[in-house]
């Protein structure tokens, strides 16, 4: 019997495709959880190739960020969401272009 993928395997998969790691990081910041948006960011640094992939200031700028949502839980980031969302906006992710 063949062996299933596991779903971290397949949402990994998936998060490869930058439209779709947009669409998950924006779902996660709509959700206002910062421990999720940790997670989401983990999931996508993954399927990107680990973090290993990218420069050292952007290593550095995700462990900083990683720590704030592990320790800090609300952030400024998760403030600013929210009073965007009492002025009628919201913040948006998007694909950057080439």
Do not use: W
Not at 63 to 84: A, N, T, V
């Amino acid at each position: 019997m063949p062996k299933s993928a596991s779903y971290h395997e397949g949402l990994v998969k998936h998060l490869q495709d930058p439209l779709e790691a947009a669409s998950y990081i924006e779902v996660v910041l709509e959700e206002g959880d910062p421990r999720m948006l940790g997670k989401a960011l983990r999931n996508v640094i993954e399927a990107q190739g680990g973090i290993d992939q990218f420069p050292a200031q952007v290593k550095q700028s995700y462990e900083q960020l990683d720590l704030m949502l592990s320790e800090q839980g609300e952030i400024e980031f998760y403030c600013l969401r929210k009073l965007l969302d009492a002025l009628g906006l919201q913040l948006a992710v998007t694909v950057k272009s080439a």
